[in-house]
């Protein structure tokens, strides 16, 4: 099967809730499995919140020095190989994140279609954004590749428009993890209603995906708000860890009513 037939086949799968005889074996038996597709989902949490954590905390954080534009070119200067890897690992995450949104979509369609449609359309909305803002990465690297066109700025020009960039990222993903917690909260919902996970797990899962989506909007209406760090995100990790060890290790619990409905 070609590469555009495999695309078209999984999005006949979000569209269709009849038989979808495109698709591969694999992802037939996601479909069939609602064990199987929960195994899938918690591997694929565990997965894009590995490889985001690793761009975030192990690359950027240790490069950026916050006030001071010179020092920071000078750390991704020196470490472009490891400032190269963390652009690939963010986008590894934003394709991982895909095909998490499309398997979530499978398991909790039965327990209500629209709503996980809502869910996997926050979802797409939030990784388009963060797609975008990633791209000012690739800036930063061509704003310090010492290119002939760019020996007009002086060297202090340069390094605020490195830093100009990296905020431009940071104010991008603020406003995809508005969307991220938008669309996990429906997810979440959908798994409480589902009776999939353990009854708190789900609640919680709704709590720090609401305060994700909250605090990040109060940060971009008062930035003052931005004093409190990653506070607001911790709550959305433990969940995300939490849920994808769950599903991973103890798999789901399916009711009798759902997985009579379940598409086959």
Same mark, same amino acid.
């Given at each position: 099967m070609?590469?555009?037939?495999? &695309?078209?086949?999984?999005?006949?799968? &979000?569209? *269709?809730? /009849?038989? *979808?005889?495109?698709?591969?074996e694999v992802f037939h038996s996601m479909i069939e499995s609602p064990q199987r597709c929960a195994k899938v989902v918690g591997?694929?949490?565990?997965?894009?919140?590995?490889? %985001?954590?690793? /761009?975030?905390? !192990?690359? $950027?954080?240790?490069?950026?020095?916050h006030g001071d534009p010179a020092k920071t070119a000078q750390n991704i200067i020196g470490a472009e190989g490891l400032f190269r890897l963390s652009i690939a690992g963010d986008l590894i995450t934003y394709t991982t994140v895909i095909v998490l949104i499309w398997a979530l979509y499978v398991l909790l369609r039965p327990v209500n279609k629209n709503l996980a449609l809502l869910a996997v359309?926050?979802?797409? #909305?939030?990784?388009?954004?963060? *797609?975008?803002?990633?791209?000012?990465? +690739? &800036?930063?690297? $061509?704003? +310090?590749? /010492?290119?002939?066109?760019?020996?007009? !700025?002086? #060297?202090?020009?340069?390094?605020?428009?490195?830093?100009l960039a990296l905020n431009m990222q940071g104010l991008g993903m603020n406003v995809g993890f508005i969307l991220l917690g938008l669309g996990s909260a429906v997810f979440a919902y959908l798994l409480l209603k589902s009776r999939y996970i353990p009854k708190a797990l789900a609640v919680w899962g709704i709590f720090s995906s609401l305060v994700l989506a909250i605090a990040t909007l109060a940060i971009i209406v008062f930035p003052g708000f931005g004093i409190m760090g990653l506070a607001h995100m911790m709550p959305m990790g433990i969940y995300e860890? %939490?849920? %994808?060890?769950? +599903? +991973? &290790?103890? %798999?789901?619990?399916?009711?009798?009513?759902?997985?009579?409905?379940?598409? $086959?």
């Open positions: 070609s590469r555009v037939k495999i &695309v078209a086949a999984l999005i006949s799968s &979000v569209m *269709c809730s /009849g038989e *979808c005889s495109e698709l591969p591997f694929l949490y565990l997965v894009q919140m590995a490889t %985001g954590v690793f /761009g975030q905390a !192990f690359v $950027r954080d240790q490069l950026i020095v359309l926050f979802r797409l #909305a939030e990784n388009a954004v963060l *797609c975008v803002a990633t791209v000012n990465s +690739l &800036v930063v690297l $061509r704003l +310090l590749s /010492g290119a002939d066109y760019l020996k007009t !700025f002086e #060297a202090n020009q340069l390094h605020s428009l490195v830093t860890v %939490g849920l %994808g060890l769950w +599903l +991973l &290790v103890k %798999g789901i619990r399916v009711p009798s009513a759902v997985a009579d409905v379940v598409p $086959r």
